[in-house]
């Protein structure tokens, strides 16, 4: 069992029972191909959520900061994660995002860049754009609706993928793109609340 597939079953068994995490819109994720899963960010736990509750697996961006840990940044690589310098044009990191995508894999991403303690969705930066724009990627918004509190429900929600015929063929700026993409989360997370 590679390193993923353990880290996907041990988040299983203790954050399915923990959180009473519910499931829906799983089936708007396509089985194959590029996909861009774009999800708000409310806590340290969502990628972790996030991956247990796809029916992909999926390549994540984290923060360079988790990386210089040489034992942490180890196992994130092992799981799929790779570093991304916050507050920057991170020309590697926007590579990688792409030959994930190029190779049909899944990229998870949290366009707001930070947790919004709140609860709130917040505004997403550009990046989540950039990615939908440059790659034939289908993008599948995510909605985490909390709190993260014990024996409290959590609900995962995944809706329709976003269209990005008309943002690709009228060159829309990545921002614009992004918006929209955030504006979808919004709603998801408004209508399941």
Do not use: W
């Amino acid at each position: 069992m590679n390193l993923y597939k353990l880290g996907k079953f041990i988040c299983s068994i203790i954050f399915y029972p923990l959180y009473r995490i519910k499931v829906v819109g799983r089936n708007n994720i396509p089985s194959d191909g590029p996909v861009i899963i774009c999800s708000n960010h409310i806590s340290n736990a969502d990628p972790p959520v996030v991956g247990i509750t796809s029916k992909r697996n999926i390549y994540f961006l984290a923060k360079e900061e988790l990386f210089k840990n040489k034992v942490i940044g180890g196992i994130l690589t092992r799981v799929h994660a790779f570093p991304i310098k916050r507050g920057m044009r991170d020309r590697n990191a926007l590579r990688k995002g792409l030959d994930v995508l190029k190779s049909n894999h899944a990229l998870g991403l949290f366009p707001e860049g930070s947790r919004q303690k709140n609860g709130e969705v917040g505004k997403g930066l550009a990046g989540a754009g950039f990615f939908a724009l440059r790659s034939n990627a289908v993008i599948v918004p995510c909605a985490i609706i909390g709190p993260y509190k014990k024996f409290k429900p959590l609900k995962v929600v995944y809706g329709e993928p976003v269209d990005m015929k008309e943002f690709r063929e009228q060159k829309a700026s990545a921002q614009v793109v992004t918006d929209r993409i955030m504006e979808e989360i919004r709603q998801l997370h408004k209508i399941h609340s």
